[in-house]
C-alpha cells in the first residue's frame, strides 16, 4: 500500500501523560512505522500532569513523526483553549497543503477539531476525528461557571461532527450517546469506532514483583492498592476510596494506597488527615508509561474509576494487560470490556469499595481468575490492531471510496 502524508492536530501531547496524550503517541507512532509521514501538530502549554522535558524528548524522538509545536513560547494552561487555536491553524496551513488527509484529537472543551474542519475546507482533503471523550460532565454534581462554559463549548464543537467524513469514539457507548444526539445528522458522517489501546510490548520485559517492589522502596509484606492517572476532581471518586481505608485497615492492616500521576487536593488532603490515614497512602505525580509498569507490577489490586463515566480508560487496560485484578464502579467501565466478568464492579460508597477490596486482598484465587480473565481479553485492544483499523478508514477516504 502506497504511504500518504497525514496532517495529524492533537491538544494532548507530551510533556502531558494523560489518556489523551498517549493515544496520539502510540497511534502516531503505528502509523509512521506502517510507512505513512505524519505532520503532528501539538499546542505549547503549560500542562498540569506533566513529566520531565528532558524524557519527553527522548520519547518524541521514537515515534519518527514531523512534530510541531506551537507557539515558541508556552500558553498557560487555563488560556490555552482558546488561545491555541489560532497557532494550531496559521500551523496548519504553514506545513499542511500537500496532506493527503487530516486527523483531528477531538475533546468536548477544546476548539482542535474545528481548526482541523478549517483547514481540511480549505485544501479540500478529508477530516477524521478520534474523540476520547464527546461530553463533559462526567457524573460532576455541582457544576461551577467553568463547568457550564465548558457545556457551551460542548454543544458548539458538537455542532460541526457532521462536517467530519468520519468520527471516531473510542466505545459503544460515546457511540450511542453520540447518534441520538446527532438524530438526523448522525447520517452525514461515519460514526465509528477506534477503541482506547494499550501497548503490549511493554509488559513483555516488565520486572517481577519483587523485583518492582524494590526499585520502588516498597516493602513485599504490603498490600498494595494501586489508583493511577487524575484524581483531583470529584468525578474521579478518589474521595470514596479515602474513606473506605479505615475499614480495609481494619480487616487487612498492612494495606497501603498508592496514588500515581496526579496531585491530591487541598480538600483531599483534609480528609485523608481527618480519617487518620496519612501514613497508609503514598503519592507519586505524573510519571513515564515505561515506570507506570512497575507500579501496576508491585500492586495487589488495581482501582478503575469509581464514578459512572462509561469509558475504556488506558490505565484499566494497561492494569488488565499485567493480569491484575480490577476493582471498579458500576458502569465506570464500557461493556466493551465486558466488565462484569472481567472486574469486580461495586456501588460508588464506601462500605461496598471497601469490602471489594479486601475480598481481593483476601482470597488469592479470585484475584488469580480476575487477572487472568482480563488478561485473554486486552489483546485485542493492542494499539497496533487499533492502529491498522484507523488506516484502513483512513485509505478508503484517502480513495475517496465509501465505507
Request: proline share 5%; aromatic share 10%.
Amino acid at each position: 500500500m502506497t504511504a500518504f502524508k497525514i496532517l495529524f492536530f492533537s491538544y494532548y501531547f507530551l510533556p502531558n501523560v494523560g489518556g489523551g496524550s498517549w493515544s496520539t503517541y502510540y497511534l502516531s507512532l503505528s502509523l509512521s512505522r506502517q510507512g505513512h509521514k505524519i505532520n503532528l501538530i501539538v499546542p505549547n502549554v503549560q500542562y498540569a500532569l506533566s513529566i520531565d522535558d528532558r524524557i519527553a524528548k527522548i520519547l518524541e524522538k521514537k515515534i519518527h513523526v514531523t512534530l510541531h509545536r506551537t507557539p515558541i513560547l508556552s500558553i498557560p494552561r487555563k488560556l490555552a483553549p482558546l488561545l491555541s487555536t489560532f497557532f494550531l491553524f496559521f500551523k496548519g496551513l504553514s506545513v499542511g497543503r500537500d496532506s493527503d488527509i487530516i486527523v483531528c484529537q477531538f475533546h468536548p472543551h477544546h476548539f482542535v477539531f474545528v481548526v482541523g474542519l478549517l483547514v481540511g475546507r480549505i485544501f479540500r482533503i478529508p477530516v477524521v476525528a478520534r474523540a476520547d471523550d464527546i461530553y463533559r460532565e462526567m457524573g460532576r454534581r455541582n457544576l461551577g461557571f467553568m463547568d457550564r462554559l465548558i457545556k457551551v463549548v460542548n454543544v458548539f464543537n458538537e455542532h460541526f461532527v457532521k462536517y467530519a467524513k468520519a468520527f471516531l469514539v473510542v466505545n459503544s457507548e460515546n457511540k450511542e450517546i453520540l447518534v441520538s444526539r446527532l438524530g438526523k445528522n448522525a447520517s452525514n458522517c461515519h460514526i465509528g469506532l477506534s477503541y482506547n489501546g494499550v501497548n503490549l510490548s511493554m509488559f513483555k520485559d516488565a520486572p517481577n514483583k519483587e523485583q518492582a517492589r524494590k526499585s520502588l522502596g516498597i516493602e513485599l509484606r504490603k498490600k498494595v492498592l494501586l489508583f493511577v492517572g487524575r484524581f483531583s476532581g470529584e468525578e474521579y471518586g478518589i474521595e470514596v476510596l479515602l474513606k473506605a481505608m479505615p475499614n480495609i485497615l481494619t480487616k487487612v492492616p498492612n494495606s497501603i494506597l498508592i496514588l500515581v500521576g496526579d496531585e491530591m487536593t487541598s480538600n483531599q488532603q483534609e480528609l485523608v488527615n481527618s480519617l487518620g490515614i496519612s501514613k497508609h497512602i503514598k503519592i507519586y505525580g505524573p510519571v513515564p508509561n515505561k515506570e507506570v509498569v512497575k507500579f501496576i507490577v508491585a500492586a495487589d489490586v488495581c482501582i478503575g474509576p469509581l464514578m459512572p463515566t462509561s469509558t475504556i480508560p488506558l490505565k484499566v487496560l494497561e492494569y488488565m494487560a499485567c493480569g491484575k485484578p480490577v476493582v471498579t464502579g458500576i458502569k465506570s467501565i464500557s461493556e466493551d470490556l465486558n466488565p462484569n466478568f472481567n472486574f469486580l464492579v461495586v456501588p460508588p460508597e464506601p462500605k461496598s469499595v471497601a469490602e471489594a477490596m479486601i475480598k481481593v486482598l483476601q482470597n488469592e484465587e479470585y484475584a488469580r481468575r480476575l487477572g487472568s480473565n482480563a488478561r485473554n481479553l486486552v489483546k485485542k485492544f493492542d494499539w497496533d490492531r487499533i492502529s491498522k483499523n484507523l488506516e484502513k478508514i483512513l485509505i478508503s477516504l484517502v480513495a475517496k471510496e465509501e465505507f
